[in-house]
């Protein structure tokens, strides 16, 4: 069996979760004895591959041009949606004050699709590949295009159930679907901790860890802001370490607040981009680890902070599908709701996690399932 993943074409360039699940799902599939290659190039010939797999559908057009193609080369087609909430995108768009993006679109633009268009407009004059999908967007219309590519789809891969009602609520249409729960990165699920108190580099006891791109959708600012008022309010020094890279092209005024913010205070460490393979390690010694994000489609960063032992904070109906109790959770919007979470998650007692659970989120899992569905269809 040949596959083929197409991924956005700027996967490579700015990384993201969807890279995650792509890369992992692929690794994967190959030991089951699928030969996958990984493209995000509108050009590829589809002749060689006996089915497509897109991945991501919101603000992506170019997955409609791929779903087009699959169908002109006669190829089943297997789409991995990521779909986020359009209510909680909505709200981000509208509240953020940070970007010339988002001051101009929510003033003039009324539809999450015409603002999503901007944004991909912006994105072209950093990213010349970007052009000619986002070109095709302008004259179909983005929601159209999403619309076509889900129905255009054999099976639609979905994360969570909440997802599926999200998908019929934002295009009106029916589709086959499975549930394909994304899985925790082996050597988060293979840990081992350590016989110490402290980091051995960090040297800082209990601290709250945030892992993300700083960027305005992650709310660093705010999460700094409540972890602010929470030393005022309790006396307890509570210590803030940041783990990713800045989204310096993007995000240019909301990073220079956050560094300006993490020059002036002492409690904050920003460590910048960390290898992946040693953050469980970070995760282990905090006390916390912290996701105000305005929105995400499952929380995995949660899920991984709970797995390595530490408490987690979360936001956004699909995490809590996912997270259930593990989690205390909060209003992005809200600062004081943020601190309310913050300081339950810290005087909790550590997790319990069950084994059944952990083995039943694993990238081994997710590729025995999507194999599954490609049996299916080509039978």
Known sequence: MKVLFQGRVDLNVLGGGDKIQIENTASELRKLGVDVDISTSLTTDYSPYDLIHVFQLDWTPESYLYAKKSKKYN????????????KEVELFDKRSTY????????????????????????????????????LVSVFMGLHNMQRTALQLADYVLVQTNIEVALLKESYG??????????????????????????????????????????????NQLAIIEAVENLRKSTNIDFNLVFVGVLSEQKHQTYVRCFLRLVEQHSWITYLGQVPYVDIPEYIHYASVGVSAS????????????????ANAVATGEQAREYLGDLAYYCNPADVSSISAAILKAYNAPKPQIQKELIS??????????TLEVYKKLLG
Do not use: M
């Open 360 to 369: 039943s989120y694993t990238w081994e899992n997710a590729a025995n399932q």
């Open 75 to 86: 190829k089943p087609l297997v789409l991995s949606p990521i779909h986020h909430s359009i």
């Open 173 to 218: 249409v029916e589709f086959k679907w499975e549930k394909v729960q994304n899985g925790v990165a082996s050597h988060f699920l293979n840990f081992k901790a350590p016989n110490s108190d402290l980091h051995p580099t960090l040297k800082i006891k209990d601290y709250l860890l945030c892992v993300g791109r700083v960027e305005a959708r992650k």
């Open 294 to 309: 305005w929105f995400e489609s499952t929380g995995l960063t949660s899920l991984d902070a709970v797995i390595c032992g």
């Open 99 to 134: 970007g010339i993006y988002r001051k101009i679109s929510g003033k003039l633009l009324w539809k999450q699709s015409q603002r999503d268009t901007l944004k991909n407009l912006f994105k072209s004059i950093y990213f010349f590949p970007k052009i000619y999908p986002t």
